[in-house]
């Protein structure tokens, strides 16, 4: 029972390089969304996916680029990383109807710019 | 937009007794859920505890318990026997119940770090 499952866990990158962290779940979840961490900020929302197909900007989502490849996979793309960027990034999946639905979390990446 | 504001940065309690960790929140909405998610130094993000706000019942789970207080817009944590393995982050979030108000996900407090003393 995998759930979220992000790569890479770690990675560090020069500015201006660019990358793209992947995310899956295998639990036929519509929602998706990319969060960042950063120390004494808790948990702030960069993009999201409703459902296969759509894309929306959350809190903080310059400088950064998404696709829902589909139902599955939801990427993060950063064109162009500058050191503000260092950060944790999270991938997380819900369904978003019924009374039962809550957050399944990736284990997260840690992201250096340097 | 709804914020959570956690206002305690670290909390520290004996091994064996009982802490409270504050949360509060603003919105204009009536209907909503909240969460505790707690992250150990693995950094995986757990949920604790939900409350769906149109319940007036306190949601419990084994040794935590919230207070919730919907006209104050309060959300606390108990934890009762706190035990070492119980150190982490806690993190306080939102989320609309509203028909597709919950598709941009959980808005998160900045978080408490509980420490637990031997």
């Known amino acids: 029972n995998a759930g979220v499952t992000q790569t890479p866990k770690f990675q560090v990158l020069k500015t201006g390089q660019s990358m793209t962290l992947q995310c899956a779940q295998d639990?036929?979840?519509?929602?998706m969304y990319w969060y960042r961490q950063d120390p004494g900020m808790g948990l702030r929302l960069i993009y999201y996916s409703a459902s296969e197909g759509t894309t929306d900007k959350g809190e903080v989502p310059n400088g950064y680029n998404v696709s829902r490849l589909n139902k599955r996979e939801f990427s993060l793309r950063l064109e162009s990383a500058a050191p503000s960027q260092t950060s944790v990034y999270f991938c997380a999946s819900s369904i978003t109807t019924g009374t039962n639905e809550k957050l399944f979390f990736g284990s997260g990446t840690q992201l250096s710019v340097l | 937009a709804q914020t959570v504001t956690q206002s305690q940065p670290e909390m520290s309690v004996q091994e064996a007794e009982t802490v409270t960790l504050s949360c509060t929140y603003d919105t204009s909405e009536s209907d909503y859920y909240l969460f505790w998610y707690k992250q150990p130094p693995s950094r995986q993000m757990i949920l604790v505890i939900r409350?769906?706000?149109?319940?007036?019942q306190n949601a419990t789970e084994n040794r935590f318990s919230v207070n919730f207080q919907k006209a104050a817009k309060s959300f606390s944590l108990k934890i009762s026997d706190s035990q070492l393995g119980d150190a982490a982050m806690y993190f306080c979030a939102y989320r609309s119940a509203k028909e597709g108000g919950g598709a941009d996900g959980l808005t998160f407090g900045k978080g408490t770090h509980l420490i637990i003393q031997p």
């Open positions: 639990m036929n979840h519509n929602s």
């Open positions: 409350q769906e706000a149109y319940k007036q």
